[in-house]
C-alpha cells in the first residue's frame, strides 16, 4: 500500500454537481497539491477522497485497495488523516488534549507519539496546558495537524492549512509539511497560495470547474506561462 489514486472524481451536492471526473494521485513520501480558483471543487475532491462526501462516479484506491465506499472511520483505520480548513480543533479542551484526541485508536502508543509531536512543534510543547480556543490562528493550525500526525499516518490530507495566517507562520506550516513527507507520508495539500504550494510540491494538479486543466511536476507547473499567467499572479 504505497499510494493512493484518485480516478475520475464525480461529485455533487444536490443537482450541483462540482467535481467533474478529476483525478488526482500521491505516493509514500511526495506532496501533491491541488490549486485553482476559489469553486474550483479542491476541497470537495479532498473530501471524496477522504469519505466525507458521496461519489457519483469514479474510485479511490490506496495500492490495489478499492476503498470509494469505506466509511471515513475506516479509511483512519488504514493510515488516512485528513485536517479541515475549518472546525479542526476542540476549542474548550487544552492544547494536551487535543493531541491525546488524536491517539484514540492507539492509546497504548500516546505517549510516544505525543513525544514525536513536540519535536516536530516545540511551541506547542509550551502551550500544552493552554485552552486551544485561546490560540492564535498559526498556534491552532499546529494543534490541528499535529492531531492528525497523532493518529501515525501513512497518508495526510490538508485543506487549506496556511489560510488566514502570517507570512512567518506560512513559512513555518509549509517547512513542517516538507519535514512530514520526509518522513515517508504522503501528502495531499489543497492550497489558495498556488505558487508556494507548488515550490514544495512533487506533483501538482489545476482544477478549473472541477476539472484537472493542468498536471505535472511542481516545478513545471511553475515554469508554465499560461499556469503563471491565469493562476500565479504572472
Do not use: W
Not at 483525478?23 to 471543487?41: F, R, Y
Request: proline share 4%; hydrophobic share 45%.
Amino acid at each position: 500500500m504505497s499510494g493512493l489514486v484518485a480516478e475520475n472524481l464525480t461529485v455533487a451536492y444536490g443537482e450541483t454537481v462540482i467535481c467533474h471526473g478529476c483525478s488526482l494521485a500521491v505516493d509514500a513520501g511526495e506532496i501533491s497539491v491541488i490549486v485553482g480558483p476559489n469553486g474550483a471543487g479542491k476541497s470537495t475532491a479532498m473530501k471524496a477522497i477522504f469519505g466525507l462526501v458521496e461519489l457519483i462516479r469514479g474510485r479511490v484506491m490506496l495500492g490495489d485497495r478499492d476503498i470509494s465506499r469505506m466509511a471515513a472511520q475506516d479509511r483512519v483505520a488504514l493510515g488516512m488523516a485528513f485536517v479541515p480548513q475549518v472546525n479542526n480543533i476542540f476549542p474548550s479542551l487544552t492544547v494536551e488534549e487535543n493531541l491525546e484526541m488524536g491517539a484514540y485508536r492507539n492509546p497504548a502508543g500516546f505517549t510516544e507519539a505525543l513525544g514525536v509531536t513536540y519535536d516536530m512543534f516545540p511551541a506547542l510543547s509550551e502551550l500544552r496546558s493552554t485552552l486551544a480556543g485561546n490560540l492564535s490562528g498559526g498556534q491552532r493550525q499546529q494543534v490541528a495537524v499535529g492531531r492528525a500526525m497523532m493518529t501515525r499516518p501513512r497518508f495526510l490530507l490538508l485543506d487549506e492549512p496556511t489560510a488566514g495566517v502570517s507570512p512567518i507562520v506560512m513559512d513555518t506550516l509549509f517547512a513542517m509539511i516538507v519535514e512530514i513527507a520526509r518522513t515517508g507520508v504522503a501528502i495531499l495539500l489543497c492550497e489558495q497560495n498556488a505558487r508556494r504550494a507548488l515550490e514544495i510540491a512533487n506533483r501538482g494538479y489545476v482544477l478549473v470547474q472541477g476539472r484537472n486543466r493542468y498536471e505535472d511536476t511542481g516545478k513545471r507547473l511553475l515554469a508554465n506561462p499560461d499556469v503563471r499567467k491565469s493562476f500565479l499572479g504572472g
